[in-house]
């Protein structure tokens, strides 16, 4: 079985400009989250979805959005990019059951890192 | 909200050797995961063990195993007869049996370095 798929790899933005990064979970799996790794902040929680609902969001301003499709894929989407978003981007995925209880095997892609200069 | 902390930002041990690594967490709540992940240059986050707060008996995979002390909100990993994969970034977690807005809670991580 394929493991979960990050692209791109490595990514260099411009400050205001947008990114698209993109996730294709393991398959089967219905559930897919985002985490943002940072020296200073460690790893936060940006948000998930499951079957194309969001579920839960950590605390991040608006410019930081996702969404899922109905084979499982997500996407996230930066908007106006700053310095501080500089990040190595992971996303994991995992067989949750239903939209209210968490499964607790998530499984990590190796991540896309983001540099904005 | 929940916090996950770890007090050892470095730790080193002699291959073959054992070598514990600390966590300890905050939470209100009753029934929730603990997880330590390992993460290797690679960048991608594997999970090593997980525990249900529910269970008494601490979780063993092979050569890693938790001490689980749920009164004391402590959950420590040890590693037996340590190999040069195990080389890495340890990352305590802990989630939520209900989901709730943080997901996975991460402590800030420690580097393992194994001396050959």
């Known amino acids: 079985k394929a493991g979960v798929t990050q692209t791109p790899r490595y990514l260099i933005k411009t400050r205001g400009q947008q990114v698209t990064l993109s996730c294709s979970p393991i398959?089967?799996?219905?559930?897919v989250s985002w985490y943002q790794q940072t020296p200073g902040q460690g790893l936060q929680f940006l948000f998930e979805?499951?079957?194309?609902?969001?579920?839960n969001k950590g605390n991040f301003p608006g410019r930081f959005s996702g969404r899922q499709f109905s084979n499982s894929r997500s996407e996230m989407n930066v908007s106006t990019l700053e310095l501080g978003d500089s990040a190595l981007y992971l996303c994991?995925?995992?067989?949750?059951?239903?939209?209210?209880?968490?499964?607790?095997?998530?499984?990590f892609g190796s991540g896309t890192q983001l540099s904005v200069l | 909200a929940q916090t996950v902390t770890q007090s050892q930002p470095e730790m080193s041990v002699q291959e073959a050797e054992t070598v514990t690594l600390s966590c300890t967490y905050d939470?209100?709540?009753?029934?929730?995961?603990l997880f330590w992940y390992k993460q290797p240059p690679s960048r991608q986050m594997i999970l090593v063990i997980r525990?249900?707060?529910?269970?008494?008996q601490n979780a063993t995979e092979n050569r890693f195993s938790v001490n689980f002390q749920k009164a004391a909100k402590s959950f420590s990993l040890k590693i037996s007869d340590s190999q040069l994969g195990d080389a890495a970034m340890y990352f305590c977690?802990?989630?939520?049996?209900?989901?709730?807005?943080?997901?996975?809670?991460f402590g800030k991580g420690t580097h393992l370095i194994i001396q050959p």
């Open positions: 398959s089967g799996h219905r559930s």
């Open positions: 977690a802990y989630r939520s049996v209900w989901g709730g807005a943080d997901g996975l809670t």
């Open positions: 939470t209100s709540e009753s029934d929730y995961y």
């Open positions: 994991a995925s995992s067989q949750a059951g239903t939209l209210l209880a968490t499964n607790e095997k998530l499984f």
């Open positions: 979805y499951f079957s194309e609902t969001q579920r």
């Open positions: 525990q249900e707060a529910y269970k008494q």
